[in-house]
């Protein structure tokens, strides 16, 4: 056994164990390095055709989510997160495997893994959402939709001519960023349908509920407070959707269980917000004392 074998089987082991931590960002591009070097080696022979294409796909992607199932984030934003760092690190590890490789070639295999990547991170989060038939179904897209992918951006570079292989490139950068689309687009719906019944009690306002829908308005909006609050109020909150959403998928000891989720999240939520409250009350109680301090009786001329 050569000593790059025995390399690559220790790329793979280490990726497995980091893929479990998902939630990491630095975990996740190191673990999407180790899987392209798992998965590559260190110098491919050749441009990959489109069935070899979709094997080496399918066979990183497999590799992630052997370690990722599990810990795989329902939060289209943190998934975002970690699926670009992951599909980052394997565009990286196909990248120095191709470096031989003439003309656009290289930068073509990087870009096909990483639209390959993308696409499974996307799914993963989408399925984590999802109970039931649902989740199984948006697992099995997960797992075919990279070799798909690959087979068609392969197949579609080696048909151009050399001219137009720059577009293939970009072609394949874009359906990576497109993959994320449809998860977007779902949860921005499972948010306004499963937060409106909280909004109704009391829990949200409605202006919060807005705001927490697309990542790019609960992540700059000044009323939740400082980045640490934040990130635990958005948290609660989408968590409490997802909650929501299985436990009306579910049935028997599982719709339970999904039911104590919601009440744990619908505390957390709640907390949250008393804590972000009386910080605000300390700060406003706080101004006003300093603007009453000249009027004491140690300010007072004897």
């Known amino acids: 056994m050569s000593a790059e074998t025995l390399l690559r089987a220790a790329a793979a082991v280490l990726a497995l164990l980091l893929a479990s931590r998902s939630s990491n960002r630095y975990a996740a591009f190191v673990t999407g390095v180790l899987a392209g070097f798992a998965v590559f080696g260190a110098r491919i022979a050749g441009m990959p055709g489109p069935a070899k294409a979709a094997l080496l796909a399918a066979c990183l992607v497999a590799l992630i989510a052997l370690g990722a199932a599990r810990t795989w984030s329902p939060i289209a934003g943190d998934g975002l ?33 990483l639209a390959a990547v993308s696409a499974f991170s996307a799914e993963a989060t989408r399925a984590r959402s999802e109970a039931g038939w649902r989740e199984g179904a948006a697992w099995s897209s997960a797992l075919l939709a990279p ?11 080696a048909g151009v001519s050399r001219r137009l292989e720059p577009l293939v490139v970009a072609a394949a950068l874009a359906a990576g960023a497109l993959a994320w689309v449809p998860v977007l687009l779902v949860e921005r719906a499972r948010v306004s349908r499963e937060l409106a019944e909280e909004v109704a ?27 640490d609050e934040r990130r635990e109020y958005v948290k609660s909150a989408l968590l409490l959707a997802v909650a929501r959403h299985q436990q ?55």
Do not use: M, N, Y
């Open 81 to 113: 997160s970690a699926g670009a760092l992951a599909a980052g690190g394997a565009a990286c590890a196909a990248t120095v495997a191709g470096r031989h490789l003439a003309g656009w070639q290289a930068l073509a295999f990087a870009a096909i893994v």
């Open 201 to 227: 009690t009391g829990l949200l306002s409605e202006e919060d509920a807005f705001a927490l829908r697309l990542p790019w308005t609960r992540g700059f909006e000044k009323r939740f407070g400082r980045p």
């Open 248 to 302: 009306r998928h579910r049935s028997g000891e599982a719709e339970r269980l999904r039911h104590l989720e919601v009440l744990t999240f619908r505390t957390r939520l709640r907390r949250t917000q008393e804590a972000r409250a009386a910080r605000f009350r300390s700060r406003e109680s706080g101004e006003f004392g300093e603007t009453r301090a000249p009027e004491g009786p140690g300010t007072r001329s004897s």
């Open 147 to 157: 070799p798909a992918l690959a087979v068609a951006l392969a197949g579609l570079f």
